[in-house]
């Protein structure tokens, strides 16, 4: 078992036992029942997360089981993120007031404020329009229209309603060109079967393609089950290592995901390129920036970090990666990092944004 895993389950424990031990105090002059009840409520959904993956491959008759542990039990993550934050808070007020005895409830009620606004938040969708202008001749002139996606996870998280919803905003922009920059999928291909998830996606209209490259949650997923799926079931184009040239001479190159230690290196790749002509790279997660240098690309579009999904995780993915959100011109290359389509896991965005990318190209 990854040393990383193992810390962060340690970390989310112990966490849970700091939170657990606040909340018997606050009920102490309760009777023995209701602390007998928050035990068991509190420790299933401490538990809830475990569990839920049991259901990670859910058919049709469990997937409704599945969403609501998954969602539970991932929401639990923020939950606790949020009441240590507010807890430590109380604590230290606490030192300087030793009548402040109402720590864990001020806590639990900025908590649920805090969530409910990320939840509602999660239900918005951003759209971000960024102009490209070429240093490479197009053979048409006209503007090309990209819309690029990321992050959609689709399975036990990522319903029917919400991806109808994301499918009409795509839609409407009448886009010439559709990328899929990985995380198609979240943890299984089943629930997407299961749901017949590909009737939504088969809804995606681009009259020049849609091309999507792997992330690490469709190896995750099963790498030969989603080629399967989109080979078998949707129009998609996959792109791995492959490049693809559109008619008025633009080229995508989708790259594989790190996640495959054998993924072309950048020399490899460049055999595969024409220098002469304007280079788009979809690469799902944004690190070694500067082979999209290397390789003469125009843009690079990327995803993976969520941007955090809530703060104060934002912090640290802009710690982690070189470029962890947002548009930067380097040289010659234009990158977009977008924070998603969708989400992982917990149902909120807090101090981030769900979106997706229109790239007017000239």
């Known amino acids: 078992m990854p040393l990383i895993f193992i810390t962060l389950l340690s970390v989310y424990l112990l966490g849970n036992v700091y939170i657990f031990v606040k909340g018997i105090h606050a009920l102490a002059h309760f009777p023995l029942w209701v602390r007998g009840v928050y035990s ?3 420790w299933l959904c401490v538990l809830m997360l475990v569990i839920s993956f049991a259901f990670r491959h859910a058919s049709q008759q469990s997937f409704f089981f599945g969403h609501i542990l998954f969602r539970t039990g991932s929401g639990w993550l923020v939950f606790t993120l949020y009441m240590i934050i507010f807890l430590a808070c109380t604590d230290l007020v606490r030192l ?10 001020i806590s639990l009620v900025l908590t649920i404020i805090v969530l409910a606004y990320g939840y509602i938040n999660s239900l918005h969708t951003n759209k971000q329009v960024i102009n490209i202008v070429l240093n490479k001749p197009l053979k048409d002139a006209k503007p090309l229209k990209i819309v690029a996606v990321s992050d959609l996870h689709l399975g036990l998280g990522t319903d029917m309603k919400l991806l109808h919803n994301n499918i009409d905003l795509i839609n409407a922009e009448k886009p010439d060109v559709i990328l899929i920059g990985g995380d198609l999928f979240d943890n299984s291909v089943e629930p997407v079967v299961a749901k017949n998830m590909d009737l939504e996606l088969n809804r995606l209209q681009a009259p020049q393609g849609i091309y999507f490259c792997f992330g690490n949650h469709d190896y995750m997923s099963g790498a030969a089950n ?7 079931k949707t129009d998609f184009r996959i792109i791995r290592d492959t490049v693809v040239t559109l008619e008025n001479g633009l080229q995508i190159l989708g790259r594989d995901d790190r996640h495959n230690r054998k993924r072309l290196s950048a020399g490899e790749l460049q055999r595969l390129i024409d220098p002469a002509l304007p280079l ?3 690469d799902h997660q944004p690190v070694a920036l500067g082979e999209a240098q290397q390789l003469g690309a ?11 999904q809530v703060i104060p995780l934002n912090w640290l993915t802009d710690r982690m990666f070189d470029i962890a959100y947002g548009f930067e011109k380097r040289g010659s ?15 909120f965005r807090i101090g981030t ?3 997706y990318v229109v790239f007017t190209v000239k």
């Open 40 to 42: 068991a409520v509190f």
């Open 96 to 105: 300087f007031n030793r009548n402040f005895t109402d720590g864990f409830v």
């Open 226 to 232: 989603c080629e399967k799926f989109i080979s078998e």
């Open 280 to 282: 788009v790279i979809v």
């Open 298 to 308: 125009d843009l690079q579009f990327s995803g993976h970090t969520h941007h955090g």
């Open 333 to 347: 290359v234009s990158y977009y990092v977008s924070s998603g389509l969708s989400l992982w896991g917990p149902p």
């Open 353 to 355: 944004n769900c979106e």
